[in-house]
Every structure is written in structure tokens, then in C-alpha cells.
DNA sequence: ACCCCATGCAAACAG
DNA sequence: TGTTTGCATGGGGTT
């Protein structure tokens, strides 16, 4: 049963084959038969199991042409209020939050939600070399695509299920190899995995025999979970259901989206209190609203505060949620909470025929007991989530900063295990701070350490939620005691919401460093026949970072909770030309991204 | 010529 | 008197 053995070469996989039982990729013994039909149909067809595209990385995709080159002047909005395509194309539930919002804010202010207009945007600014395709913004998109609506071949096992403690995570290997054949006779052998997946996974997994041992591994790891939550849901399913609570569950839509005042409750989502050791934390999956049942069953996995949970996400919301409708897009209204806070580092993912990988963390014992210990090690110094503001320095919380899952700093649930071919972006990568522009190479963006860049990139992709919506790079007048920094106009005007009061609009920015929100006001100024738009109130936040002259600001529009982000940049010390813009555009924020971009090509090497 | 925006500066405000 | 607020100015880039 250790033996897997593909019965083609891994990269030799006919896209017109039939799916393949697991079974089949063993030993060439074909100990799981394909299901009969009435148990659960592990039915992973080619490009669903797999995906390789991920979301867009966020960071800095429309530099300063985008005002330029985005249809959409002055009022497009990265929350837009009516726009064609965000209603229409939006989940009902994203119509009802909208419209919700709409009645109570008073200024325009709208959720972030993505429109066909950014969409382009992001294409027509030669972004898409990183973002690949829209999916991730398009309220049509299917974020994990496949031919086939994995859902109906999910129906009878589509229980979000989790693994008990973490602690219980070796007896319940155990108990994989213990179950033996039992266990593959009940799940396993409904399991069908297309030949061409299972080559392309065995492919990822470096395509040696050890590899395939791995693959192998976590899809019977992760069935094994699946019997052991089966079990458990059987006596009672709710409690599995109701164990993860979001930080602040709230049934109201509406707290998410608190945008015209700052959120009382930051926790809602930029402070998130794990209500105790399980802790979900909303992937861009479950909660960003481009994944309708044709989502694909992947293969989730988080350890959480030394808890682990698999799941399959979307398989919960099909369940659980039967309104959503197929291919649709859902924002979280519609999600289930066990939905919107899916993990789902254990993921085997395919698009037209460009695979990837993304496995959990169990590739070896080895490497999960370093990892558990790491995590009692974080978990014994940071147990209070006040003390995660303070770890702006600190990698992991960064990344899930950004992506919204204000999983706290110190939680090593955030972990997940990369393919040595593709290091987890979460735990390895940082984020490219600099907006690619047009000329500049992927390569430039990406990280130098692990694996290939294109697929860290992806693996940012996947994690993140943030929008782009404009950089600025500080000025001496910004960063002095002012407390108000002036923003690029047009971005300000294309990606901010509308004002339409001279007294601004309150705007809850959340660093994404810190986890910190600020509450900003964002303005205008009559200037010159003309408009000058402002940041107010960031004094504070200024000297909070220690911002100077010649640092930058990237303000993000976080998809998922509905609020602002912005990330610092601080360029170092203020030596050596320190004054790079020098007025060498006409728009700051180009200017700035111009400058900054070669500022910071410096800093990332 | 137009526009952007960094910043100067004075009025208003607060202590 | 110090700080904040709001507008004006003008350098410099763009059209």
C-alpha cells in the first residue's frame, strides 16, 4: 500500500482518460474499485482536484497607468455602487449586502467587491502576469474551475469535516495505517481520481516513486479524516458544524462592511479572537465569493493552535447551503461560517493542464513534528491576541494579514507543507512590495529563495485578498506633523469611494503589518481649479510605523472583510538619495511607483 | 496651457 | 502660543 505506481509516466497523461481509482496508482493493485455509484463518489476529474491558477497577488497590480487605463475615471470605485457587472454578476447574497450597505452608509461607501472594470484594469496593465486570469475578481469566476460540478459527486460527503485535536492527529494516522484495508473499503474505494491528475500530482511531488508514496499519503490521510469525521458527524454532525465560529460571528452582513466608520468591533475580522482552540480562518476559497459548487474539493488542511482541521470548503457550503446557486459566485453572506473559514493549505488543484500541488503538512512525521513543535513554541509565548499587533515584523502574520484571515502573528496554524519544489509562499515568501509594472519580469517580483517563482506566486495568489488600490510614497509633508498624507488623485478618484462631501468620509484602515486599524479620513480639498484628496489622521500612524520621507503606503481594498488595508514600506535609512521622486511625474503615484519600483528592486536583493 | 501635487501659509481653533 | 485646518502657490511634468 506504500507503493504508488502510476501506470504512466507522470508527465504522459491523456487528457481524455478516464478518471482512475485510486486504487489504480497503487501497486498497480487495484485495491479500491471504483464506487458503486451510491457512496460517496470521490469523482475528481481533471481540473478540479487540481488548480493552477491562483488568485491575483494583490500587491501593487495597477501601478499608476491604471486610472489611465481602467475605463472607469472617476467614479469607478473599488466598491462600486451600481455597477453593471458587480450586480449582475454578484451573488444575490453580494445584492443584499450591497444594498444594505448602501441604505446605511451615507456617503457612498461600498464594500469592496470587484467589477469587471478592475478586472480589466488588472489586464489591460499587463498585471495579469501575475494574476494569470480573472477569477479571482470576477464575481463569475470559478476559482477552482473544472468541467464538472464536483458538488454532485461531493453530495453524500460533503460534511466539512475536521480532524479532532491535534493531538489526536497521530493516533488518527495511526489509525490510518491501522484501519488498513477497512478503511480503504468503505471511502477510499469510491475515490476516483483521474489518471491525469494523479500524474500531474505525482509530477508536483517530483514524480519519483516517493513521491507518489506522498501523494498517496494525504489522500488517504485526508479520507482517513474524512472516516473519522464521518464518525463523529454521525452522532453528531451540528457540533462539527458549530465548532468554528468565526472570531465575531455576527448573521448581520453588515458588520463586516463597516466602512463609513470605523468598525467597533475590529475583531470582525482584522482582529480576530479565536473563540477557543479551534480557529478558522476564512480562505479566499470559501469567503471571497468566486467559488460556487464547481469549486473544487480540495484536500484542506490547517493546523490551528495545535488543532487540525481538514475540510473540504465548498463542499460545506453546497451542503449546508443549498441556495447558493451552482456556478454562481457567493460572498459571505451566503457562505456558511464553516464555509467562509475553511483551511485549505492540503490542496491538489488543476487547470488546463497546468498543475500544482499544494500539500498539507503531513509529508512527513518528521517535518509535522518540527512544525508542531514550533507552533507549542509560538503558542507558549503569544497567547494573548493583544500581542499579535506587535509582530508587524513577523512573516506569517504578515501573509495573513493580507490575506484577511488576521490569523493571529503568532498561530502556527498558518503553516502548511510545500512541496520542497514549492515552498509555501506563506512561510517562506515575502510579499513582493513593489507594484510590478508592465516592464518589469515576473522574476523580479518574486522571491529568490524556494522553489520556482511562478509557483510562490501562485501560492500568493491563493492566500491573499487584498485589492491593489493605490501606493504613495511619502513625502516630507506627509510624513511631518500634518498628519495628512495627499494621495495620488487619480487613483484616488478611480479606486477610492466617491466623496461627495468636502468633509470626507471616515475610513477604517487597517495596517497590515500590525493588524492595527486606523481610523482615517479620506478628503478632498478644492485645489487650483482642481482636487486634492487627503488621508487625514495619519499621524499617528505615521509615527506608528515611523514613516519618513521617501517610505511607502499601499492602501488595499480587503475583498473579503470589507475594509481598507494598508501596508508600509519603509524603505530603509534615508541615506543614500533619499529623494528619488524628485518630481519625475506628473502623477505622484507614478512618480512614486516609478521611483519606488526601482527603490525597492534595490531593497528586495 | 493644463494639470498634479508638495508644501507654504494664514485663519481658526484649542489649551 | 501651539496646533489644526483649509486654501493657495508654484515647480515641474504632461498634453
Same mark, same amino acid.
Given at each position: 500500500?506504500?507503493?504508488?505506481?502510476?501506470?504512466?509516466?507522470?508527465?504522459?497523461?491523456?487528457?481524455?482518460?478516464?478518471?482512475?481509482?485510486?486504487?489504480?496508482?497503487?501497486?498497480?493493485?487495484?485495491?479500491?474499485?471504483?464506487?458503486?455509484?451510491?457512496?460517496?463518489?470521490?469523482?475528481?476529474?481533471?481540473?478540479?482536484?487540481?488548480?493552477?491558477d491562483f488568485p491575483p497577488l494583490p500587491d501593487f497590480p495597477c501601478m499608476s497607468s491604471s486610472s489611465s487605463t481602467c475605463s472607469a475615471p472617476s467614479l469607478a470605485k473599488p466598491f462600486p455602487t451600481s455597477s453593471s457587472a458587480s450586480s449582475s454578476n454578484s451573488a444575490a447574497s453580494w445584492a443584499?449586502l450591497k444594498s444594505?450597505v448602501e441604505?446605511?452608509v451615507?456617503k457612498k461607501i461600498q464594500p469592496p467587491a470587484t467589477s469587471m472594470e478592475d478586472e480589466d484594469c488588472f489586464n489591460d496593465l499587463g498585471y495579469m502576469n501575475m494574476m494569470d486570469g480573472n477569477e479571482f475578481w470576477d464575481p463569475n469566476c470559478t476559482l477552482f474551475q473544472?468541467?464538472?460540478?464536483?458538488?454532485?459527486?461531493?453530495?453524500?460527503?460533503?460534511?466539512?469535516?475536521?480532524?479532532?485535536?491535534?493531538?489526536?492527529?497521530?493516533?488518527?494516522?495511526?489509525?490510518?495505517?491501522?484501519?488498513?484495508?477497512?478503511?480503504?473499503?468503505?471511502?477510499?474505494?469510491?475515490?476516483?481520481?483521474?489518471?491525469?491528475?494523479?500524474?500531474?500530482?505525482?509530477?508536483?511531488?517530483?514524480?519519483?516513486?516517493?513521491?507518489?508514496?506522498?501523494?498517496?499519503?494525504?489522500?488517504?490521510?485526508?479520507?482517513?479524516?474524512?472516516?473519522?469525521?464521518?464518525?463523529?458527524?454521525?452522532?453528531?454532525?451540528?457540533?462539527?458544524?458549530?465548532?468554528?465560529?468565526?472570531?465575531?460571528?455576527?448573521?448581520?452582513?453588515?458588520?463586516h462592511f463597516?466602512y463609513?466608520?470605523?468598525?467597533?468591533? $475590529?475583531?470582525?475580522c482584522? #482582529?480576530?479572537?479565536?473563540?477557543? +482552540?479551534?480557529? %478558522? &480562518?476564512p480562505?479566499g476559497a470559501?469567503f471571497v465569493g468566486c467559488n460556487g459548487?464547481?469549486?473544487?474539493?480540495?484536500?484542506?488542511?490547517?493546523?490551528?493552535?495545535?488543532?487540525?482541521?481538514?475540510?473540504?470548503?465548498?463542499?460545506?457550503?453546497?451542503?449546508?447551503?443549498?441556495?447558493?446557486?451552482?456556478?454562481d459566485c457567493y460572498f459571505t453572506t451566503?457562505?456558511?461560517?464553516?464555509?467562509?473559514?475553511?483551511?485549505?493549505?492540503?490542496?491538489?488543484?488543476?487547470?488546463?493542464?497546468?498543475?500544482?500541488?499544494?500539500?498539507?503538512?503531513?509529508?512527513?512525521?518528521?517535518?509535522?513534528?518540527?512544525?508542531?513543535?514550533?507552533?507549542?513554541?509560538?503558542?507558549?509565548?503569544?497567547?494573548?491576541?493583544?500581542?499579535?499587533?506587535?509582530?508587524?515584523?513577523?512573516?506569517?502574520?504578515?501573509?495573513?494579514?493580507e490575506n484577511c484571515?488576521?490569523?493571529?502573528?503568532?498561530? $502556527?496554524?498558518?503553516?502548511? #507543507?510545500?512541496?520542497?519544489?514549492? +515552498?509555501?509562499? %506563506? &512561510?517562506?515568501?515575502?510579499p513582493p512590495e513593489v507594484p510590478p509594472t508592465i516592464?518589469e519580469?515576473p522574476?523580479?517580483q518574486?522571491?529568490?529563495?524556494?522553489?520556482?517563482?511562478?509557483?510562490?506566486l501562485q501560492?500568493w495568489k491563493m492566500e491573499k485578498n487584498l485589492k491593489f488600490l493605490l501606493q504613495k510614497?511619502?513625502?516630507?509633508?506627509?510624513?511631518?506633523?500634518?498628519?495628512?498624507?495627499?494621495l495620488p488623485k487619480r487613483e484616488a478618484e478611480s479606486h477610492l469611494p466617491e466623496l461627495?462631501?468636502?468633509?470626507?468620509i471616515?475610513i477604517a484602515m487597517e495596517?497590515i503589518?500590525?493588524?492595527?486599524?486606523?481610523?482615517?479620513?479620506y478628503?478632498?480639498?478644492?485645489?487650483?481649479?482642481?482636487?486634492?484628496y487627503?488621508l487625514?489622521?495619519?499621524?499617528?500612524?505615521?509615527?506608528?510605523?515611523?514613516?519618513?520621507?521617501?517610505?511607502?503606503i499601499v492602501i488595499y481594498a480587503d475583498t473579503k472583510c470589507g475594509k481598507y488595508g494598508v501596508k508600509?514600506?519603509?524603505?530603509?535609512?534615508?541615506?543614500?538619495?533619499?529623494?528619488?521622486?524628485?518630481?519625475?511625474?506628473?502623477n505622484?503615484s507614478s512618480?512614486a511607483n516609478?521611483?519606488?519600483v526601482?527603490?525597492?528592486?534595490?531593497?528586495?536583493?
Amino acid at each position: 500500500m506504500e507503493d504508488i505506481q502510476s501506470q504512466q509516466q507522470p508527465t504522459e497523461f491523456d487528457p481524455t482518460e478516464e478518471e482512475q481509482v485510486i486504487g489504480a496508482i497503487m501497486d498497480d493493485r487495484e485495491i479500491f474499485l471504483d464506487g458503486n455509484g451510491d457512496e460517496h463518489h470521490f469523482d475528481v476529474n481533471d481540473g478540479s482536484i487540481f488548480y493552477a491558477d491562483f488568485p491575483p497577488l494583490p500587491d501593487f497590480p495597477c501601478m499608476s497607468s491604471s486610472s489611465s487605463t481602467c475605463s472607469a475615471p472617476s467614479l469607478a470605485k473599488p466598491f462600486p455602487t451600481s455597477s453593471s457587472a458587480s450586480s449582475s454578476n454578484s451573488a444575490a447574497s453580494w445584492a443584499v449586502l450591497k444594498s444594505d450597505v448602501e441604505e446605511d452608509v451615507s456617503k457612498k461607501i461600498q464594500p469592496p467587491a470587484t467589477s469587471m472594470e478592475d478586472e480589466d484594469c488588472f489586464n489591460d496593465l499587463g498585471y495579469m502576469n501575475m494574476m494569470d486570469g480573472n477569477e479571482f475578481w470576477d464575481p463569475n469566476c470559478t476559482l477552482f474551475q473544472s468541467d464538472q460540478n464536483p458538488v454532485q459527486d461531493y453530495n453524500n460527503m460533503s460534511e466539512s469535516f475536521q480532524l479532532p485535536q491535534d493531538d489526536n492527529e497521530e493516533r488518527n494516522k495511526a489509525q490510518i495505517e491501522d484501519d488498513g484495508l477497512s478503511f480503504f473499503q468503505e471511502d477510499m474505494r469510491s475515490i476516483k481520481l483521474k489518471r491525469s491528475a494523479i500524474a500531474s500530482a505525482s509530477k508536483r511531488l517530483g514524480g519519483t516513486k516517493e513521491g507518489k508514496k506522498q501523494l498517496l499519503r494525504l489522500i488517504l490521510e485526508w479520507v482517513s479524516q474524512y472516516q473519522l469525521q464521518k464518525k463523529r458527524m454521525s452522532t453528531d454532525a451540528s457540533d462539527s458544524l458549530c465548532q468554528y465560529q468565526h472570531p465575531n460571528p455576527n448573521p448581520n452582513p453588515k458588520s463586516h462592511f463597516q466602512y463609513n466608520t470605523v468598525d467597533p468591533d $475590529p475583531s470582525a475580522c482584522f #482582529y480576530p479572537t479565536p473563540p477557543g +482552540p479551534f480557529y %478558522l &480562518m476564512p480562505t479566499g476559497a470559501g469567503f471571497v465569493g468566486c467559488n460556487g459548487p464547481s469549486f473544487t474539493p480540495t484536500l484542506s488542511q490547517t493546523v490551528i493552535n495545535g488543532n487540525m482541521e481538514y475540510q473540504s470548503s465548498t463542499m460545506a457550503a453546497s451542503q449546508y447551503n443549498p441556495l447558493i446557486p451552482e456556478n454562481d459566485c457567493y460572498f459571505t453572506t451566503n457562505a456558511t461560517p464553516h464555509d467562509l473559514y475553511s483551511p485549505y493549505p492540503y490542496q491538489l488543484f488543476d487547470e488546463n493542464g497546468e498543475r500544482l500541488v499544494r500539500l498539507g503538512s503531513s509529508a512527513t512525521k518528521e517535518a509535522r513534528k518540527k512544525r508542531m513543535a514550533r507552533q507549542r513554541h509560538h503558542y507558549r509565548h503569544h497567547t494573548h491576541q493583544t500581542e499579535h499587533q506587535s509582530q508587524s515584523s513577523d512573516q506569517s502574520l504578515r501573509m495573513v494579514g493580507e490575506n484577511c484571515t488576521m490569523f493571529p502573528a503568532d498561530n $502556527p496554524g498558518n503553516w502548511v #507543507y510545500w512541496p520542497s519544489a514549492a +515552498p509555501s509562499p %506563506l &512561510m517562506m515568501v515575502p510579499p513582493p512590495e513593489v507594484p510590478p509594472t508592465i516592464e518589469e519580469t515576473p522574476e523580479m517580483q518574486q522571491p529568490q529563495k524556494h522553489g520556482s517563482a511562478d509557483e510562490r506566486l501562485q501560492g500568493w495568489k491563493m492566500e491573499k485578498n487584498l485589492k491593489f488600490l493605490l501606493q504613495k510614497m511619502l513625502k516630507q509633508s506627509d510624513v511631518g506633523n500634518l498628519g495628512r498624507i495627499v494621495l495620488p488623485k487619480r487613483e484616488a478618484e478611480s479606486h477610492l469611494p466617491e466623496l461627495v462631501s468636502r468633509d470626507g468620509i471616515s475610513i477604517a484602515m487597517e495596517d497590515i503589518g500590525t493588524s492595527r486599524v486606523w481610523n482615517m479620513k479620506y478628503r478632498f480639498w478644492p485645489n487650483n481649479k482642481s482636487t486634492m484628496y487627503l488621508l487625514e489622521n495619519t499621524g499617528d500612524f505615521v509615527r506608528a510605523n515611523g514613516l519618513q520621507e521617501g517610505d511607502f503606503i499601499v492602501i488595499y481594498a480587503d475583498t473579503k472583510c470589507g475594509k481598507y488595508g494598508v501596508k508600509v514600506r519603509q524603505t530603509g535609512p534615508k541615506a543614500e538619495g533619499k529623494k528619488p521622486a524628485k518630481k519625475n511625474a506628473r502623477n505622484s503615484s507614478s512618480a512614486a511607483n516609478s521611483s519606488s519600483v526601482a527603490a525597492m528592486k534595490q531593497l528586495m536583493k
